[in-house]
């Protein structure tokens, strides 16, 4: 059964860095666009990065674009994402999705909090 599992959450301070990862098992790994989303208390969950299967194209969000950097490896079966200068807003818990173009399967992960401290 396909599983996603997210980890590297933790607790850091303002302009601290973290990586998480996101391991797959029991699909295609690629042949899955990956992506990162997140959910702030009392927030609507929030597209961050994407990527397409082979990596060629990526996507930001405007609230993480040029902080945070995702990344995959197909040989692993994990997408990352990396994230810099954090900010106390980026408190969170972290997904990541797989989707797929010929299919309206999708997968989500359990979650990984992330905690930014002031």
């Known amino acids: 059964q396909a599983q996603l599992v997210e980890s590297g959450g933790a607790l850091v301070q303002t302009g601290g860095s973290l990586s998480l990862s996101c391991v797959a098992s029991g699909f295609n790994f690629s042949g899955a666009a990956m992506s990162w989303y997140r959910r702030a208390p009392g927030k609507e969950r929030e597209l961050l990065a994407a990527?397409?299967?082979?990596?060629?194209?990526?996507h930001y969000a405007d609230t993480v674009k040029g902080r945070f950097t995702i990344s995959r490896d197909n040989n692993k079966s994990t997408v990352y994402l990396q994230m810099t200068s954090l900010k106390p807003e980026d408190t969170a818990v972290y997904y990541c999705?797989?989707?797929?173009?010929?299919?309206?399967?999708?997968?989500w992960g359990q979650g990984t909090q992330v905690t930014v401290s002031s």
């Open positions: 990527i397409s299967t082979a990596g060629r194209s990526i």
């Open positions: 999705r797989a989707t797929f173009l010929a299919s309206v399967n999708e997968y």
